[in-house]
């Protein structure tokens, strides 16, 4: 099946300092999903990405859609403690269901 | 609160023991899915279901493992004979119809159900 793997794994910044994230694939993918969990919750969707080379927004985060579709980066600009979680980048991989990374652990120290 | 409801939040049980989660999904929903998350790990896909009918489980889903839904409305999962590799977070989520999902990938999440085996 398809794979999915974030980098970093884990990442511990500054409040203020910006941060990228990035997933890639073994396969092409026809979408690209991030989400974020914050402790003790589920995920949440935040970016949702259909066509490759697409850039968007959603607040302080941007996400693009890599032009080889296997790949695609989460940029939060200026972060704040509530940026603390775990994002996840997902694809349905052609399937009725999501497949999910195995994530990036962000913490921000004030 | 008309989000995702799942319950129990925690439960510790002991090795063997049989247990239950219930998942409540968002009304409108008919589309029910159960994910797996052990520590460090994404949350790993089960078993799903459009209505009352179960469309797919993962080869995760042991034998052990039984997945009902059966008015189309709540679900549960049961987990019989537990061993201590099936502690982990239990994940529900619930969404649209998957030709409304498709163009979002949007799946509503609860909080989780987390399993402790001791």
């Known amino acids: 099946g398809q794979q999915l793997n974030q980098s970093p794994q884990s990442m511990f910044i500054q409040e203020g300092e910006d941060v990228s994230m990035n997933c890639t694939s073994s396969s092409i993918f026809n979408t690209w999903l991030w989400y974020k969990q914050d402790p003790g919750e589920g995920p949440v969707l935040l970016i949702a990405l259909y066509k490759a080379g697409e850039l968007t927004s959603n607040g302080r985060l941007t996400a693009q859609f890599g032009i080889t579709r296997k790949d695609s980066f989460l940029n939060i600009s200026a972060s704040i403690p509530s940026d603390v979680g775990i994002y996840f980048c997902?694809?349905?991989?052609?399937?009725?269901?999501?497949?999910f990374g195995k994530g990036t652990k962000l913490t921000v120290n004030p | 609160d008309t989000g995702v409801s799942q319950n129990p939040r925690h439960k510790i049980t002991k090795r063997g023991q049989n247990v239950t989660f219930r998942c409540d999904p968002i009304s409108e929903h008919n589309r029910l899915y159960w994910y797996r998350q052990t520590l460090g790990q994404g949350p790993e896909f089960l078993t799903y279901f459009q209505n009352e009918a179960q469309l797919e489980k993962s080869r995760l889903l042991s034998d052990r493992f039984s997945a009902e839904r059966p008015k189309g409305s709540f679900s549960t999962l049961e987990i019989q004979r537990t061993e201590q590799g099936d502690s982990a977070m239990y994940l529900c989520a619930s969404s649209p119809p998957w030709f409304e999902v498709k163009y979002t990938g949007e799946l509503f999440f609860g909080e989780g159900s987390r399993l402790t085996v001791l």
């Open positions: 997902a694809d349905t991989g052609g399937s009725e269901k999501l497949v």
